[in-house]
């Protein structure tokens, strides 16, 4: 007989659960045999005391029997996604899936909401007008087969155990868990079916791992764990102590992904980003002159046309997700100082968007699509008194009068250049 206070035990004293018993942990926790409080007080206990290999093996293939799981082995072409670990500004899902499909990879991808101050891929989609982005699982995976690309939120249908143990996660301080990460991410990543995942793992002032160091574990770790579960993962580590790209928020980056795929207006950061996750995936397809590839996507429009068709697919209307999601008020934060710029506080800059309607406090939190930001310079570059440097809009004319004074506690300027930092740390 399973016995959940015994099981829970095991892990408070820092012993090894025994074979099979985090399976049943889960199969009765979704039979509701398992209360909530018992899995919050395993979910500590884990905090504290982590997951061996062959532990965090059960937990996560217990999350992933949950649900269903997809299979595209009939199809002709590498099975590959990418994941970000969230930041500010950060819509290479946006991009880098499009380039994909364009290069004969298939991208089923599974993304999340905004959490924190950091952006979410599935609301951002949603400021497109009418876009569907909770469709069932035979559905999407037909958008996949047909059209190389279909960008989801996580369903019932897919790891449920997940999304039951996250929303627990979320309210007992037990979500920066190593351990509860890996198995969080790569259980998803493995019910899409996919071969090959490339991770993002964002490091800086905007991110949620703040060193290079602390980066480095999760991305060890989370690559470990795919690996281990015949995903081909890589991982790069890039820098996220400026939004970006030229913007951050809701509609305002689909506008500039869409720009991007175009050609048009491409921030160079943001290339360098799309460009090496981009060229990872394709070698690890096994093809070759990756960058060819690349240039080639954007600049004969294919990437774009997938990315248009995919929208259209999940019924999504472009045409007039432009005039809707114009924002009535803006405030343009101009320098008070000449000299460079030194510094941004990019989390205070997520929270400043989350504010002012860009995100949630709570679940049920209405998210206004209009909101977001420009942003003119980046570290190190020059500014001259005066000049604007940050343009930041949406529908609440209260909400943008109040942004004025916080700005200067977000942006900062000095007389000398800063040490140059690597945009992609680890390579
Ligand atoms: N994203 C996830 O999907 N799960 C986590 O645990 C953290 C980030």
Same mark, same amino acid.
């Given at each position: 007989m399973f016995n959940p206070y015994k099981f829970i035990e095991t892990k408070k004293l820092g012993l090894t659960h025994s074979p099979n018993s985090i399976n049943d942990f889960i199969k009765y926790f979704l039979a509701d045999e398992v209360e909530n409080?018992?899995?919050?007080?395993?979910?500590?206990?884990?905090?504290?005391?982590?997951?061996?290999?062959?532990?965090?093996?059960?937990?996560?293939?217990?999350i992933i029997s949950s649900g269903k799981q997809l299979n595209f082995s009939k199809l002709n072409g590498f099975i590959v996604d990418k994941h970000s670990t969230g930041g500010v500004g950060d819509k290479v899902s946006l991009i880098a899936g499009p380039i994909l499909a364009a290069c004969n990879c298939y991208v089923p991808m599974i993304v999340g909401r905004s959490l924190a101050h950091t952006g979410g891929t599935l609301d951002k989609l949603e400021t497109i007008k009418g876009y569907l982005g909770n469709i069932d699982i035979n559905q999407f995976k037909k958008n996949v087969i047909e059209n190389k690309i279909s960008i989801v939120g996580q369903s019932k249908e897919i790891c449920p155990a997940d999304k039951y143990i996250y929303s627990i996660r979320d309210i007992t301080s037990t979500i920066d868990s190593l351990p509860l990460i890996c198995a969080s991410i790569i259980s998803k990543k493995k019910a899409e079916g996919i071969?090959?995942?490339?991770?993002?793992?964002?490091?800086?002032?905007?991110?949620?791992?703040?060193?290079?160091?602390?980066?480095?574990?999760?991305?060890?770790?989370?690559?470990?764990?795919?690996?281990?579960?015949?995903?081909?993962?890589?991982?790069?580590?890039?820098?996220?102590?400026?939004?970006?790209?030229k913007s951050a928020g809701l509609w305002c980056e689909i506008e500039e992904s869409i720009?991007?795929?175009?050609?048009k207006?491409?921030?160079?950061?943001?290339?360098?980003?799309v460009h090496e996750i981009c060229s990872r995936a394709l070698k690890m397809s096994g093809q070759k002159e990756c960058d060819k590839l690349i240039s080639k996507a954007i600049e004969s429009g294919k990437a774009y046309e997938i990315f248009?068709?995919?929208?259209?697919?999940?019924?999504?209307?472009? @045409? !007039?997700? $432009?005039?809707?999601? &114009?924002?009535?008020? #803006?405030?343009? /934060?101009?320098?008070? @100082? !000449?000299? $460079?710029?030194?510094? &941004?506080?990019?989390? #205070?800059?997520? /929270?400043?968007?989350?504010e002012i309607g860009g995100g949630r406090k709570t679940t049920n939190d209405k998210i206004d699509p209009s909101c977001g930001l420009h942003i003119n310079k980046k570290i190190n570059d020059?500014?001259?008194?005066?000049?604007?440097?940050?343009?930041?809009?949406?529908n609440s004319k209260t909400k943008i009068d109040s942004v004025e004074k916080i700005f200067d506690n977000i942006i900062f300027i000095s007389n000398k250049k800063n040490k140059e930092k690597r945009l992609i740390i680890y390579e």
């Open positions: 409080s018992q899995m919050s007080a395993w979910l500590m206990a884990v905090f504290f005391n982590g997951l061996n290999n062959l532990e965090l093996n059960e937990y996560v293939n217990s071969q090959g995942l490339v991770l993002d793992i964002k490091v800086g002032n905007g991110a949620f791992m703040k060193t290079t160091a602390h980066a480095k574990k999760l991305g060890k770790a989370l690559t470990a764990l795919g690996n281990s579960l015949e995903i081909n993962s890589q991982y790069i580590i890039s820098d996220m102590n400026q939004p970006l790209g720009n991007f795929l175009q050609n207006n491409i921030d160079k950061y943001l290339y360098k980003v248009e068709k995919m929208v259209k697919t999940h019924k999504g209307d472009l @045409k !007039s997700s $432009y005039k809707e999601n &114009i924002p009535k008020y #803006k405030y343009t /934060y101009n320098s008070k @100082k !000449s000299g $460079y710029l030194s510094g &941004i506080d990019t989390e #205070k800059l997520g /929270y400043l968007l989350l020059k500014i001259d008194i005066g000049e604007p440097i940050i343009e930041i809009f949406g």
